[in-house]
C-alpha cells in the first residue's frame, strides 16, 4: 500500500517562501502523477498543481507564476514563493499510478493521499 508523507510545512511571512516535499518511503513515485491539493479553513480543497509521469505540469490561476511542482528521484515538490495569507491552508499531495502518461488531473479522483502539512501565511 503506498503511503505518501508531506512535509516543508510552517509559518511564513507574506511573501515568503516554502518548500512542501512528498516522499513514499519504500516505494518510488516514477510512475505515479502527482497532485497537491490544498484546503483551507472554510473551505473546499481544492487542487494547486500537478505533476505527470512525463514531468506535464498544470496550476490553477491564484498560484501560477508563484508555484513550480518538480520531481527527482521518489520526491515530489512544491515549490512557494510570493506566498499571501490566502495560501494558508494544509496541503496534501496525492498519487495515482499513471505509468507513461503525460497526464494529470486537479479532480481528487487519486487513490492515495498523505496526512497534509499546515502552511500559514501571516506577519
Known amino acids: 500500500q503506498l503511503q505518501l508523507v508531506e512535509s516543508g510545512g510552517g509559518l511564513v511571512q507574506p511573501g515568503g517562501s516554502l518548500r512542501l516535499s512528498c516522499t513514499a518511503p519504500?516505494?518510488?513515485?516514477?510512475?505515479?502523477?502527482i497532485t497537491w491539493f490544498r484546503r483551507a479553513p472554510g473551505k473546499e480543497r481544492e487542487g494547486v498543481a500537478c505533476?505527470?509521469?512525463?514531468?506535464g505540469t498544470n496550476y490553477v490561476d491564484p498560484v501560477k507564476g508563484r508555484f513550480n511542482v518538480s520531481r527527482f528521484k521518489n520526491t515530489v515538490y512544491l515549490q512557494m514563493n510570493s506566498l499571501k495569507p490566502e495560501d494558508t491552508a494544509v496541503y496534501y499531495c496525492?498519487?495515482?499510478?499513471?505509468?507513461?502518461?503525460?497526464?494529470?488531473?486537479?479532480?481528487?479522483?487519486?487513490?492515495?493521499w498523505g496526512q497534509g502539512t499546515q502552511v500559514t501565511v501571516s506577519s
Open positions: 496525492a498519487a495515482d499510478w499513471k505509468p507513461r502518461s503525460p497526464m494529470c488531473t486537479m479532480q481528487p479522483q487519486y487513490p492515495y
Open positions: 519504500g516505494f518510488g513515485l516514477d510512475d505515479y502523477a
Open positions: 505533476i505527470s509521469v512525463t514531468r
